[in-house]
T-cell receptor, first 115, second 110 residues
Framework: GAVVSQHPSWVICKSGTSVKIECRSL??????MFWYRQFPKQSLMLMAT?????????EQGVEKDKFLINHASLTLSTLTVTSAHPEDSSFYIC???????????FGPGTRLLVL | DAKTTQPNSMESNEEEPVHLPCNHS???????IHWYRQLPSQGPEYVIH???SNVNNRMASLAIAEDRKSSTLILHRATLRDAAVYYC???????????FGKGTKLTVNP
């Protein structure tokens, strides 16, 4: 069964509003979660690393005030796209790394469309 | 991050083996070779990984060149459900980050 869930699976919002995306690790404690963004016909781009109980680490070029990440528990990380604009429309994917495992488990993704 | 080079696309016929190549000539001694695949409109899925020795699991086999500068993902009998983009990624030892390249889009013909 699925290890990682995301909610919502898709969202349409108006320009200027904020959107929160949840990433949950099901039945497992995830010390580290990652957030990716994927534009159509492109590869995944790592946005940030989310560590439980500490501030997220953002990749170069990703605005931390634009993409707020909260990792409040070992099973939940949230990504908030603040003041969304049409260029933020994308497929947002999270992944989790389980303790003592080599692999990443990816969520099903959240498709965001900003009008 | 060490880079990988993969063909943009490959085609295969159903029930035939598929060999997906990956070049990583700048690989360092502590880099692990990971393969993930992404089906349309889904998040990526782990396939296999290795360091130096060839690896087998229920999904695929990974053949790693002796000098580790290239590797090949082998799907023994392709099915229509194997149609996806396959990513070859080098993960640094001690780091959990994955940096995705462009991958190979595999088309499986019935």
């Amino acid at each position: 069964g699925a290890v990682v869930s995301q909610h919502p699976s898709w969202v349409i919002c108006k320009s200027g509003t904020s959107v929160k995306i949840e990433c949950r690790s099901l039945d497992f404690q995830a010390t580290t979660m990652f957030w990716y963004r994927q534009f159509p016909k492109q590869s995944l781009m790592l946005m940030a690393t989310s560590n439980e109980g500490s501030k997220a680490t953002y990749e170069q070029g990703v605005e931390k005030d634009k993409f707020l990440i909260n990792h409040a528990s070992l099973t939940l990380s949230t990504l908030t796209v603040t003041s969304a604009h049409p260029e933020d429309s994308s497929f947002y994917i999270c992944s989790v790394v389980l303790r003592n495992q080599e692999t990443q488990y990816f969520g099903p993704g959240t498709r965001l469309l900003v009008l | 991050d060490a880079k990988t080079t993969q063909p943009n696309s490959m085609e295969s016929n159903e029930e035939e083996p598929v060999h997906l190549p990956c070049n990583h000539s700048t690989i360092s001694g502590t880099d692990y070779i990971h393969w993930y695949r992404q089906l349309p409109s889904q998040g990526p899925e782990y396939v296999i990984h290795g360091l130096t020795s060839n690896v087998n699991n229920r999904m695929a086999s990974l053949a790693i060149a002796e000098d580790r500068k290239s590797s090949t993902l082998i799907l023994h009998r392709a099915t229509l459900r194997d149609a996806a983009v396959y990513y070859c990624i080098l993960r640094q030892g001690g780091s959990e980050k994955l940096v995705f390249g462009k991958g190979t889009k595999l088309t499986v013909n019935p």
